[in-house]
């Protein structure tokens, strides 16, 4: 099993390193049987017991999700800072986890979140966790959580609900693309994002899979985050407070990180600190 | 089955270790590619792109590691305050140090643009590595003499345009510079007619200057080059076969694709290449392919 050759190796290497770099900067594993197996990177708290949930983060897909790997990375190293054990991954098929880009489908990354869940209780020993989800990835971590009774507050950063704006955001990022380097302008039917293949059978499934389920009823707090479309946002919030949820919203206008290349990559450090606060005051 | 592995002195630089597919590993010689940072994208490459090449070389009996040099990616800092200029050469060969123990003979370091002048100092009297693959290395644009480059980057889009149907409408609508464009027309007819051209070709030296130190030992060398780096070899009608005719050194050109191989054609036109050759390091080449008027290497493609 990859997972336990891997813990072997984890165990074996992690004496050297001990005393050379904080736990908070996070150490990777892979989970789950080869074939499937997910990377991880699992960011431990610097005290013990801080009574803080473990966290999950859920990331965004595709060419957003190498965009978006610097700030993930500093979010659950700022959660590990303050308390939280925060778990981080990759969906199938993406990173460095098992498979194809190809063959991805948001039912296979739902799968890949709440497999994420249990291992992060797995190894925090704790029964209830925060989730926190970027774009695509705020979407799955909802509607994985709807399902599920041990998640306690989701934080859903730009969640995507409109099929056809993100299709137009991605395909017009790939003509952008295509325009500074002279490219001739693609057919209409985009095949392919910014070096990410765009199959017509996943098109097909973001048309009808990005709905928000009624939350579950041990939904305690929600915050959603947004980065300028506030009327999207207080629909998220109505939607997520259906079962008596607290729910906020927070604005960020310099929040759109997964709209910046690699090389000028943003870390909105002031939204990770409202973050990372909003969490602390729900467990006081 | 891949694997994570915490490499150097420090366990500081992450690793994850493709080991070559059961059944396939090659013998005697036990090769390694070891996948620099491109920039700051973390050590799945653009686009996932060293997944993919990872992937294709287990499959091909070829173990691979794509790391994160300390402080990038998934790699936490150093403990020892080492210099960011010195990091870059001196954590690949940390990287060989851990690899040894894992039963790998020979090394071959593969970075993209700043990965690649990393790989390129690294291997500087470090007999291990056998093998350099290079994309789109800064350090080889970056000796171009200006006026070379602006020559280049002309003649490219020059080039490009006269393909593009709106650059002609463009033309004919006022769109365009008219004067930029027509000093830059009789620049290169003067140039083209000026006996003096042919020094140009002293820029091949130029490239092989900055591939001594891979040359000095014996390493093998793929020359990947896309974008305006394309540009500065294609300018040079005798540079690739210099280059080439060193024995080696291969030069694979393309073009059409930009400075990370975005285009999924052209990924795949990057996995296959890095993928032939490395299989094809340590081997004489096939007595078909040498003959007195060629080079014992050959280009795999042009644009």
């Known amino acids: 099993m990859q997972g336990q050759s891997d813990n072997r190796d984890v165990r074996a290497t992690l004496a050297a390193r001990e005393g050379t770099a904080p736990r908070e900067t996070g150490l990777p594993f892979f989970f789950r049987d080869p074939g499937s197996s997910l990377y991880a990177c699992l960011h431990q708290p610097a005290a013990e017991a801080s009574g803080l949930e473990p966290v999950l983060i859920c990331t965004a897909t595709g060419h957003e999700y190498e965009r978006c790997h610097k700030a993930m990375r500093q979010l659950a190293i700022q959660l590990a800072r303050a308390g939280s054990a925060a778990l981080r991954f990759d969906y199938s098929g993406t990173g460095d986890s098992a498979g194809d880009e190809a063959s991805a489908s948001l039912a296979c990354w739902r799968d890949d979140i709440h497999a994420a869940i249990d291992e992060l209780r797995r190894r925090t020993g704790q029964r209830r966790v925060a989730v926190i989800g970027l774009r695509l990835g705020a979407t799955l971590a909802a509607q994985a959580a709807a399902d599920r009774d041990d998640v306690d507050s989701l934080v859903l950063y730009a969640p995507v609900v409109d099929a056809r704006s993100l299709l137009e955001e991605w395909c017009e990022a790939q003509a952008v693309h295509d325009r500074a380097h002279g490219i001739p302008a693609s057919a209409p039917a985009h095949t392919e994002v910014l070096g990410y293949p765009l199959t017509e059978a996943f098109r097909r499934e973001l048309q009808s899979g990005l709905a928000l389920p009624a939350p579950s009823a041990a939904l305690r707090r929600a915050l959603v985050c947004t980065t300028g479309n506030g009327a999207a946002a207080a629909e998220v919030a109505q939607r997520l407070a259906g079962k008596g949820a607290s729910v906020a919203v927070e604005s960020s206008e310099d929040a759109a990180i997964w709209r910046r290349e690699p090389m000028d990559a943003l870390v909105p450090f002031k939204l990770i600190r409202r973050i990372v606060g909003w969490l602390q005051e729900g467990a006081s | ?303």
């Open chain 2, 1 to 303: 089955m891949e694997e994570v592995l915490l490499l150097g002195p420090y366990a500081s630089i992450v690793g994850i270790h493709t080991p070559a597919q059961a059944g396939l590993r090659e013998a005697p010689q036990k090769t390694v590619v070891i996948m620099l940072n491109s920039g700051l994208i973390h050590h799945v490459g653009p686009h996932r792109l060293y997944v993919r090449l990872a992937r294709a070389l287990a499959a091909q009996g070829i173990g691979a590691v794509r790391v994160d040099l300390s402080g990038l990616g998934d790699s936490p800092a150093r403990p020892d305050n080492l210099p960011a200029a010195e990091l870059g050469f001196r954590e690949p060969r940390e990287i060989v140090d851990s690899l040894l123990a894992r039963g790998y003979e020979q090394f071959v370091l593969l970075g993209i643009c700043s990965g690649a002048k990393h790989a390129l100092q690294a291997v500087s009297g470090d007999a291990r590595i056998t093998g350099l693959v290079l994309v789109n290395q800064e350090a080889l644009s970056d000796s171009t003499p200006d006026s070379a480059s602006a020559r280049a980057s002309a003649q490219f889009y020059l080039r490009r345009s006269m393909r593009n149907p709106r650059a002609w409408l463009n033309l004919l609508t006022g769109k365009v510079k008219y004067r930029a464009l027509f000093s830059s027309l009789a620049g290169e007819i003067r140039r083209r007619l000026s006996p003096g051209r042919r020094k140009q070709a002293a820029l091949a030296d130029l490239f092989r200057k900055e591939l001594e130190p891979a040359l000095a030992g014996r390493c093998d060398v793929l020359l990947m080059l896309s974008d305006r780096h394309a540009r500065y070899v294609g300018l040079f009608d005798d540079g690739v076969r210099e280059l080439e005719a060193l024995g080696r050194v291969r030069v694979a050109l393309r073009a059409d694709a930009d400075h990370l191989f975005t285009a999924i054609k052209d990924q795949e036109f990057f996995v296959s290449n890095v993928c032939s050759w490395v299989r094809s390091l340590g081997q004489e080449p096939a007595a078909s392919e040498v003959s007195d008027t060629d080079t014992p290497m050959r280009t795999y493609a042009s644009e």
